[in-house]
Nanobody, 121 residues
Framework: QVQLVESGGGLVQAGGSLRLSCAAS????????MGWYRQAPGKERELVAA???????NYADSVKDRFTISRDNAKNTVYLDMNSLKPEDTAVYFC???????????????WGQGTQVTVSS
């Protein structure tokens, strides 16, 4: 099993910044990709940003040039730096990790508990 613990959400005014962190813990695992998703009230969960262990990144069009994802592979931690926040960024943000255990070739997907980000206008 792997646990994902998120931190860094909160309330911020439009135009402000926040940094989200997500640390993965467990035993005998490696992470192929980590990322962030978000879900606003009444909407489906959507990808915000993701980064593979090789450093490739993928962003939702709505956050490009405002959000930056980064990883510390040694700490199994992923960060999301959010700048120029807008009210429409308000959502619960979930950390996501694709995990491989030992010699098992299969990938397992884990989710964090979510952290609320609220952007006031």
């Amino acid at each position: 099993q792997v646990q994902l613990v998120e931190s860094g959400g909160g309330l911020v005014q439009a135009g402000g910044s926040l940094r989200l962190s997500c640390a993965a813990s467990g035993s005998r695992f490696s992470i192929s990709a980590m990322g962030w998703y978000r879900q606003a009230p009444g909407k489906e969960r959507e990808l915000v940003a993701a980064e593979t262990s090789g450093g490739s990144t993928n962003y939702a069009d709505s956050v490009k040039d405002r959000f930056t994802i980064s990883r510390d592979n040694a700490k199994n931690t992923v960060y999301l730096d959010m700048n120029s926040l807008k009210p429409e960024d308000t959502a619960v943000y979930f950390c996501n990790a694709r995990v491989i255990f030992g010699g098992n070739p299969f990938e397992y997907i884990y989710w964090g508990q979510g952290t609320q980000v609220t952007v006031s206008s």
